[in-house]
C-alpha cells in the first residue's frame, strides 16, 4: 500500500518597491485575496472653493473633509481653487516652449552649474540604441523677493532661501515674470490649505501661520517624452513619496501618475481639466504623529504623447524646528518623532545628489 503526499506550494510575497527617505530599499507586499485589506481605488475630488470663506464653521467643516481623505488615502483633486485657468495654460505653454529648446540651450541653467542646483536637470534610460531621455525638467525656488506677504527676515535666513539663487533663461519672451506670478498665486493657495491641515489635525487654523512665512518652496517645470523603445527603466519617475510638507500638481492631459494602494497596486490619477492633484508628504505625516499618510506614487507614460506636469511643492521655514502637533499626541499616543531641521535635512538631500550625479549613479529624487 502506496502513500501519497500532497504538499502545499506557497507563493512567494511579491513586492512594490519605492524611494523613501534617501534609500530605495523600502516596499509594500502586494496583497490579494484573503490577504488584501480595505483601501482605496480612486482618488476622491473635493470642492475647496469654502477654504476662502468668511464663515468659521464652512472652513472647519471643509477641513473635515479633507483630513478624512489624508488619513485615508493622502492624494486628492481640488477644484474651485482660485488660480485662473488662463494662467495655467500659460504656463504650460512656457514649460512646452522651453522644453522644445536644444539641449545646449537648456544647459546653460544645468543644475550643476548651480550651488543649490536649481535650474535644468535631466535623466536618461538604457535602450538597445543606447541612452535615451525619460525625463527632464527645470526647477525654480521660493525668492523672498516675490512673496506676496513680504517676510521681515535677518540676514542668515534670507540667505537660506535657496530661491535667491534661480537661473533664468533671459531669451523667452515673459518667463521668468509669469512663472514669478504662478508661483506667487500657488504661495497663497498653499498657506491657506496649511490652514485646513491645522484644523483638520484639530488645532488651531493659525497653528501653522508663523513657520510659512518664508517656505521652503520648489516648483518643476517637467517634460516626460514618449517611452523610447526597449527602455530598461518603464517609469518616466520612480515610485516614491513626496518629502515635502505636501505637493500641488498641475498635470496635462495625457496622464501616467499613479497611486500606491494599501494592497501594493497602482491607481491612476486620471487628468480632469481645472483641478489640482494634491497629495501629503512625508514631513506632514511626520508632524501629524502618522495620523496623516504620505502615499507612494510614480510616472508611467505609456500614452505615446509627450507628457508635461507642473509639482509645487511647500515645507516650512528652513530654520524651523517643527514638532509633531500636540493635538496628535496623547498619553497613550505618544510623539513618534523628534523635531526636524529642514535647512539640514534638506541641504543633506542635495549632499547626496550631487555626490550621486559625480558617480554616475543619480536617482529620481526631488530636492
Keep these: 500500500m502506496s502513500t501519497t503526499v500532497t504538499e502545499t506550494v ?47 464653521e464652512e472652513r472647519l467643516q471643509l477641513a473635515t473633509e479633507v483630513a478624512d481623505v489624508c488619513k485615508t488615502v493622502g492624494f486628492m483633486y481640488i477644484k474651485n481653487h482660485g488660480i485662473s485657468q488662463e494662467l495655467i495654460d500659460d504656463v504650460f505653454k512656457l514649460s512646452r516652449t522651453y522644453h522644445d529648446q536644444p539641449l545646449e540651450k537648456k544647459k546653460e541653467e544645468y543644475v550643476y552649474k548651480s550651488e543649490t542646483l536649481r535650474g535644468y536637470d535631466i535623466h536618461y534610460t538604457k535602450t538597445p540604441s543606447g541612452p535615451a531621455v525619460k525625463k527632464e525638467s527645470f526647477m525654480y525656488s521660493y525668492n523672498p523677493d516675490n512673496d506676496p506677504q513680504l517676510p521681515n527676515l535677518t540676514p542668515e535666513q534670507r540667505e537660506q532661501c535657496i530661491g535667491l539663487h534661480n537661473m533664468w533663461p533671459d531669451h523667452i519672451p515673459g518667463f521668468e515674470p509669469r512663472l514669478v506670478e504662478y508661483f506667487a498665486e500657488l504661495l497663497k493657495l498653499s498657506r491657506r490649505l496649511m490652514r485646513t491641515f491645522a484644523l483638520g489635525l484639530g488645532a488651531e ?91 507612494v506614487h510614480r510616472v508611467r507614460n505609456t500614452s505615446g504623447l509627450e507628457r508635461y506636469s507642473i509639482p509645487f511643492f511647500l515645507s516650512f521655514n528652513v530654520d524651523a524646528e517643527v514638532s509633531v502637533l500636540p493635538t496628535c499626541v496623547s498619553e497613550s499616543n505618544p510623539a513618534r518623532y523628534g523635531p526636524r531641521n529642514l535647512h539640514e535635512y534638506t541641504a543633506r538631500r542635495r549632499q547626496l545628489q550631487k555626490e550621486a550625479h559625480e558617480k554616475g549613479e543619480l536617482e529620481d529624487s526631488l530636492v
Aim: hydrophobic content about 35%; charged content about 25%; overall charge negative.
Design 205 to 295: 487654523e493659525t497653528y501653522f501661520d508663523s513657520i510659512v512665512t518664508a517656505p521652503y518652496v520648489s516648483i518643476i517645470l517637467q517634460h516626460y517624452p514618449p517611452r523610447a523603445l526597449g527602455a530598461a527603466d518603464l517609469d518616466g519617475l520612480g515610485a516614491h513619496s513626496d518629502f515635502e510638507t505636501f505637493t500641488i500638481l498641475n498635470q496635462d492631459m495625457v496622464g501616467g501618475l499613479e497611486i500606491l494602494n494599501k494592497n501594493g497596486f497602482y491607481i491612476p490619477a486620471k487628468p480632469i481639466r481645472g483641478t489640482f492633484v494634491v497629495n501629503i508628504g512625508d514631513f506632514l505625516q511626520r508632524i501629524s504623529n502618522d495620523i496623516f499618510v504620505s502615499t
Design 10 to 56: 506557497r507563493e512567494e510575497p511579491q513586492y512594490e518597491y519605492y524611494y523613501c527617505d534617501h534609500s530605495w530599499n523600502n516596499k509594500r507586499e502586494i496583497l490579494r485575496g484573503e490577504k488584501a485589506v480595505e483601501t482605496f481605488d480612486e482618488i476622491p475630488l473635493i470642492d475647496v472653493e469654502r477654504i476662502f470663506s468668511e464663515k468659521y
